[in-house]
Nanobody, 123 residues
Framework: QVQLVESGGGLVQAGNSLSVSCVTSGLTFSDYAMGWFRQAPGKEREFVSAAGPNGNRYYRDSVKGRFTIYRDNAKNIVFLKMNNLKPEDTAVYYC?????????????????WGKGTLVTVSS
């Protein structure tokens, strides 16, 4: 069975950094793009970042220069390093996997999801 398990969320002050990770199992990691989405209370789930199996990386505009996605293909783990966090980054962060083609920003097209990890940024 495919499993994506996130960890690393927590409470941080604005301006500080935090990393979240996603451990995968049950899939051929090299066949999938890996991505991070987030959902704040009362808002739609939105694309944050993705890393293709070919090494290409993608970011939404609001996190460019602050967040870095990294996939460890030897360990089947994907990380998201978040620097200079802002209160508007507060959300549940979800790990997702997409098979085939470039990673879409629409969450409806992603195949597998983790349960999420909560990141809260205080001002």
């Amino acid at each position: 069975q495919v499993q994506l398990v996130e960890s690393g969320g927590g409470l941080v002050q604005a301006g500080n950094s935090l990393s979240v990770s996603c451990v995968t199992s049950g899939l051929t990691f090299s066949d999938y793009a890996m991505g991070w989405f987030r959902q704040a209370p009362g808002k739609e789930r939105e694309f944050v970042s993705a890393a293709g199996p070919n090494g290409n990386r993608y970011y939404r505009d609001s996190v460019k220069g602050r967040f870095t996605i990294y996939r460890d293909n030897a360990k089947n783990i994907v990380f998201l390093k978040m620097n200079n966090l802002k209160p508007e980054d507060t959300a549940v962060y979800y790990c997702a996997a997409h098979r085939g083609g470039d990673p879409p920003t629409n969450p409806n097209y992603w195949n597998y999801w983790g349960k999420g990890t909560l990141v809260t940024v205080s001002s």
